[in-house]
């Protein structure tokens, strides 16, 4: 895999500006959300939203967490609809990324200028999405809550 996967994240980036520049600054961050699947779709990608993963600490599983979207199988997406930019929100993504086998993340700010984040981490540890003998059984985790 391409670690920077610099056509992918140019194409998702793409879609970010295509969506603001179409409805501008002032939605709520669903709208934003939903509207990037329909362009990412549109532009052939593989579009997972709302989807949990099961966080692991030293192999063992500790808990479900929720991302936005995950583009083809290769990208977290996070975004955000604010007049700021939340200060938890690039390290929240990081360790997304840093939580899972993905190694990178892209931020997007439907905010009165558009402003987006591409965030890399090496994930050397375990695969904690799917590890290759996790010590005990993931059904054990909480499971993901609503």
Same mark, same amino acid.
């Given at each position: 895999?391409?670690?920077?996967e610099e056509r992918l994240t140019?194409?998702?980036? $793409? ?10 600054? $002032?939605? *709520? ?13 549109? #532009?052939?990608? &593989?579009?997972? =939203?709302?989807? /949990?993963?099961?966080?692991?600490? &030293?192999?063992?599983? @500790?808990?479900?967490? #929720?991302? %936005?979207?995950? @583009? %083809?199988? &290769? @990208?977290? !997406?996070? *975004? ?6 939340? +200060? ?6 990081? /360790?997304?990324? #840093?939580?899972? #086998? ?8 439907? $905010?009165? &200028?558009?402003?987006?984040r591409r965030l890399i981490a090496?994930? =050397?540890? +375990?695969?904690? !999405? ?7 059984d993931p059904t054990d985790a909480?499971?993901? /809550? %609503?």
């Open positions: 895999m391409n670690r920077f140019h194409s998702i980036i $793409g879609g970010f500006y295509e969506v603001y520049n179409y409805y501008g600054f $002032g939605l *709520s961050e669903k709208v934003y959300t939903n509207a990037l699947e329909i362009e990412l779709r549109a #532009r052939g990608h &593989k579009v997972d =939203r709302e989807v /949990s993963i099961l966080i692991y600490y &030293k192999g063992i599983p @500790v808990a479900w967490q #929720r991302v %936005d979207m995950i @583009v %083809d199988d &290769k @990208v977290i !997406v996070e *975004s955000k609809a604010s007049a700021r930019l939340p +200060p938890d929100a690039e390290p929240q993504l990081l /360790s997304y990324v #840093r939580a899972t #086998r993905l190694e990178l993340g892209l931020l997007l700010h439907f $905010g009165p &200028k558009p402003y987006f090496s994930n =050397r540890r +375990p695969d904690p !999405v799917d590890p290759p003998e996790p010590t005990e909480p499971e993901p /809550s %609503d």
